[in-house]
Structure formats: structure tokens, C-alpha cells
């Protein structure tokens, strides 16, 4: 029997979110973030206004970024170009285990730093 492994699901990372769509917004996802998966911890590159992983400290060229102040709502290929992409980025509580980090938050301390910026634009994580 062949093994598969399942991904991560669009949305399965929301407790819960305000009514309606006032927690989501459209963004743009800047090329070369390669494929995010759900759950991504986001930050907004200043000079662009566009989304990228969050890294733990700044990055050349991608100042801004270093606050995660949204959540990837759905799984996005931003390899070649740049991507349309749905975020929470307000008034939801997610599911700590299911958040997805990028390379650089390698620790508890630096995992919870992020939630605790996103705490600040009003995404809880439990």
C-alpha cells in the first residue's frame, strides 16, 4: 500500500473569525516566495505592499516583513510571479499547532514572538 502524506488544508487553521469577510483581505504574494502553505505567517514588505513569509529578523530588501501581521488562508505558487492571495489579517483566533513559520523562527521563543504580533493587529492564537 502506497503511503501518502496529506498537506495542509485551506482554512484549517481557523478557531474561529468575524463575521462575514471581515477578516480576510486580498493581497499580493511577492515573487519568489516559492509555494506557501496555508497557515503561513505573513509580513507586509514595506517599499512593495506586498506579502511575504515572515523571517525572524530583517531582511535586505524586504524591510517590514519581520512583523508577521497576517495568516495565509489559502495554499499559493508564488515561485515564478507574483500572487493573488487571501489572508486573515484580523479579528480571528487561529490554531497555534497549525501555524506554519518560516525557516529563520527556529525556536519557541521566536514562534511565540510572532503570535504575539499578531496579537497586535487582533489574530489570537490558541
Same mark, same amino acid.
Not at 482554512?11 to 469577510?21: K, Q, S, V
Not at 487561529?94 to 503570535?115: C, F, G, I, N, R
Given at each position: ?9 485551506? &482554512?484549517?487553521? %481557523? ?5 462575514? &469577510? ?19 505567517? &505573513? !509580513? ?12 525572524? !529578523? ?13 495568516? &495565509? ?30 525557516? +529563520? ?14 496579537? +497586535?493587529?487582533? %489574530?489570537?492564537?490558541?
Amino acid at each position: 500500500m502506497d503511503m501518502k502524506i496529506e498537506q495542509a488544508r485551506n &482554512l484549517a487553521f %481557523i478557531l474561529t473569525e468575524a463575521n462575514g &469577510l471581515r477578516s480576510r483581505e486580498t493581497v499580493t504574494i511577492a515573487s519568489g516566495e516559492g509555494v506557501l502553505e496555508p497557515g503561513t505567517l &505573513l !509580513g507586509e514588505v514595506t517599499a512593495t505592499e506586498k506579502y511575504v513569509a515572515s523571517p525572524n !529578523g530583517v531582511t535586505v530588501g524586504k524591510e517590514g516583513a519581520e512583523t508577521a501581521s497576517a495568516v &495565509l488562508a489559502y495554499r499559493v505558487d508564488a515561485t515564478s510571479a507574483d500572487s493573488p492571495a487571501v489572508i486573515v489579517s484580523n479579528d480571528a483566533e487561529v490554531k497555534t499547532p497549525m501555524l506554519v513559520y518560516h525557516a +529563520s523562527v527556529d525556536d519557541e521563543a521566536k514562534k511565540t514572538a510572532k503570535q504575539t504580533q499578531l496579537r +497586535s493587529v487582533g %489574530i489570537k492564537s490558541r
